[in-house]
C-alpha cells in the first residue's frame, strides 16, 4: 500500500515526462520491480506543518520501493529519530510505508522527485523539478521554517525561497533568513554514506530541529509582541526572544 500525498494538486503526474532520462530509469526499474512505487515520490507529513525538510531524490531501495520519503533504506532510521527527538514525529518506523510512524508540524519534501541516476540529478532536472518544489511549498502556507538535507537540496531551496547563493552558502547548522523572512537551516544529508564515516551523528542533526523548534518560538514570541502594538489594550509582553539569525557560512 502505497501513502496518498496530503496535498495532492501540487504533484506530477505518475508517469512524469519531463526529463526524459529519469523517465527512462524509471520505465527500467518498472520492468525489474513492478511491485514497487516507481514514479515521482510524493510530499509526506503534516499538511498543517510549520516546518519543512527538504531532501535530495528518492533512492532506489527507498521511496523509490516505497513511495515515502527516506523510506525504507538506511537515511530514514537517523531522520525519524532526530525528528521523534524533537517530538515532531510519533509511532514506530518500520522502514515501510504502512507502518505506525506520523509526522507533526513537519511535511517532507524532495528537490527532485524521480530516482537519478547514482544519486545523481543533473543541473536540468533539479531545475525542472523545482516547479513542483515550489508549488508544494506554496500549498502549505503556515511552512516558515525549512531544512535543507545537503547542498543540492540548499541550493534548490535557496531558489525556491528568493535567496541567493553567493550569500547563501551551505554549512552544517548554517541558517539563512530569506527576503520574506522565511528561514532556511542547512544539515548534512542522513544517507549512509555519512553516518558510516561520522560525518553525521544522531547528535548534529538533532541540533538541526532542535534549533527549528527555538526558532519557532521566537517567531511566535516576535508575533506576538506585533500584535500587541497594534491593540493598546493588551500588556507589554515580557522575557527574551531565541537570538536572530547568527550564523550563515
Known sequence: MFPPSPIPDSEP??????????????????AEHPDWWNAPVPAWGDPGAW???????????GANRTGRPFTGDGSGSL????????????GAYEGRSDDSLQLHGTMI???????PPLNKPLPEEIRTCRTFL?????ALPQARIFVALGQVAHQS???????RLPKCRFGHLAEHRMPDGRILIDSYHCSRYNQ????LSDDMIEAVFARAIELKASEGQDQHRDDQRHDPG?????GPSVPAIHRSR
Open 13 to 30: 503526474s505518475h508517469d512524469c515526462p519531463l526529463c526524459p532520462r529519469l523517465a527512462a530509469v524509471r520505465d527500467s526499474v518498472r
Open 51 to 61: 516546518l519543512v525538510v527538504v531532501g535530495l531524490a528518492p533512492g532506489k531501495h
Open 79 to 90: 531522520l525519524f529519530r532526530a525528528l521523534a527527538a524533537q517530538g515532531l514525529a510519533t
Open 109 to 115: 519534501l524532495n528537490a527532485v522527485k524521480c530516482l
Open 134 to 138: 515550489e508549488q508544494q511549498v506554496a
Open 157 to 163: 531551496a535557496v531558489k525556491m525561497l528568493g535567496g
Open 196 to 199: 558510516n564515516t561520522g560525518r
Open 234 to 238: 493588551e500588556e507589554a509582553a515580557v
